[in-house]
């Protein structure tokens, strides 16, 4: 069984924070698309994602500099979104690198490292409206 590690989501332009919900309607849209492979009758099940991690990138570096101020402002909505996510399982956060040549990226990781593509749409759709 090949085990893949995805799910990133990007936003062109970030104002004062993406919205949660946008944010989260991003992942499942990209969950949904993780899914249609793993089903493939032709893979007989040996492409699996795994789920216990995402990168959140802001693809702006005029709106959202990579550096401590922007992981500031964006902390606090990631983590709403990780625990809607992984179902207020014990998350890490990490701001990926400061180097402002770089594009602004977080890497939020789950505590539960067998989670599956089904849970996280699962747990995507019971959010709250």
């Known amino acids: 069984m090949l085990n893949v590690s995805i799910a990133v989501y990007r936003?062109?332009?970030?104002?004062?924070?993406?919205?949660?919900?946008?944010?989260?309607t991003a992942i499942d849209v990209t969950l949904t698309a993780c899914r249609l492979p793993e089903q493939e009758?032709?893979?007989n099940g040996d492409l699996k994602f795994s789920g216990d991690e995402f990168v959140f990138v802001a693809n702006d570096?005029?709106?959202?500099?990579?550096?401590?101020?922007?992981?500031?402002a964006l902390h606090d909505e990631l983590e709403t979104v990780?625990?809607?996510?992984y179902a207020n399982a014990d998350i890490e956060i990490q701001h990926r690198s400061e180097d402002p040549r770089e594009r602004f990226s977080v890497l939020i990781k789950s505590?539960?490292?067998t989670?599956?593509?089904e849970s996280l749409l699962a747990n995507v759709h019971r959010?709250?409206?």
């Not at 936003?11 to 989260?24: D, E, G, H, Q």
């Not at 990780?82 to 996510?85: E, T």
């Open 11 to 24: 936003c062109s332009a970030v104002t004062s924070s993406p919205s949660f919900y946008r944010i989260l």
């Open 41 to 43: 009758p032709l893979l």
């Open 61 to 72: 570096r005029l709106l959202a500099p990579n550096n401590d101020a922007t992981y500031k």
């Open 82 to 85: 990780a625990q809607c996510l």
């Open 111 to 113: 505590s539960t490292p």
């Open 115 to 117: 989670i599956d593509i």
């Open 127 to 129: 959010r709250p409206h």
